[in-house]
């Protein structure tokens, strides 16, 4: 059973446009952490929420986590060619910190 | 800090054969865990460790699967008869933390399994 929701699974657009990605469940989380993998490595933390209505800047990225912390979205504002990789979110049951629950990924492509 | 590093980085076998990798945590982080990827795929979490003590298996480890942690510190991965559906990425991450916090992972680069 997939408890968090990705989407879109796929996703290429052109340098400089804007994107949302969205992490759904109808399970609340204790936190939520987002991850960028590129091909070859292990995913690598980019930012953890933890309180509902949280919104959190990294640079061209804005993270939010819903008011009922079942859901997240990442924002990045004039995608550059760099920014191309698998984001990942995943997380936290309340209750159960130990194990994360991972979406399946949204595969980002921006082409120059 | 030299990172979580995971050992060898790629492994190609025969269907059949039996495999082992090593996975090397951060030194101080007293939580490691055992992930398995498949292309494009999110990670599928394996089993997890609290220092020596395996707390946790996925219920889609088969029991050809058996992982380690002898000394709290360093921890293997061993697939006994391996088939040609456990081609994938093995991701092995690390964490510190007391129960009930849930602190970040850190991931190594993983090893990718090609059975023949």
């Known amino acids: 059973t997939q408890l968090l929701e990705q989407s879109p699974q796929f996703l290429s657009i052109q340098e400089g446009e804007n994107l949302t990605v969205y992490c759904n469940s109808s399970?609340?989380?204790?936190?939520l952490q987002w991850y960028r993998q590129e091909p070859g490595e292990g995913p690598v933390l980019l930012v953890t929420?933890?309180?509902g209505g949280e919104v959190k800047k990294l640079k061209r990225l804005t993270f939010q986590f819903g008011d009922a912390r079942k859901d997240s979205s990442l924002h990045i504002t004039a995608a550059q060619p760099g920014d191309t990789g698998l984001y990942l979110c995943?997380?936290?049951?309340?209750?159960?910190?130990?194990?994360?629950?991972w979406g399946l990924g949204t595969s980002l492509a921006v082409n120059p | 800090d030299t990172g979580v590093s995971q050992d060898p980085r790629h492994k190609i076998t025969k269907r059949g054969q039996n495999v082992t990798f090593r996975c090397d945590p951060i030194?101080?982080?007293?939580?490691l865990y055992w992930y398995r990827q498949t292309l494009g795929q999110g990670p599928e979490f394996l089993t997890y460790?609290?220092?020596?003590?395996?707390?946790?298996k996925s219920r889609l480890l088969s029991d050809r699967f058996s992982a380690e942690r002898p000394k709290g510190s360093f921890s293997t991965l061993e697939i006994q008869r391996t088939e040609q559906g456990d081609s994938a990425m093995y991701l092995c991450?690390?964490?510190?933390?007391?129960?009930?916090?849930?602190?970040?992972?850190?991931f190594g680069n993983g090893t990718r399994l090609t059975v023949t």
């Open positions: 991450a690390s964490s510190s933390g007391q129960a009930g916090e849930n602190s970040p992972l850190h």
């Open positions: 030194s101080e982080h007293n939580r």
């Open positions: 460790f609290q220092n020596e003590a395996q707390l946790e």
């Open positions: 399970s609340v989380f204790s936190s």
């Open positions: 929420v933890v309180t």
């Open positions: 995943a997380g936290a049951l309340a209750g159960n910190n130990r194990k994360l629950i």
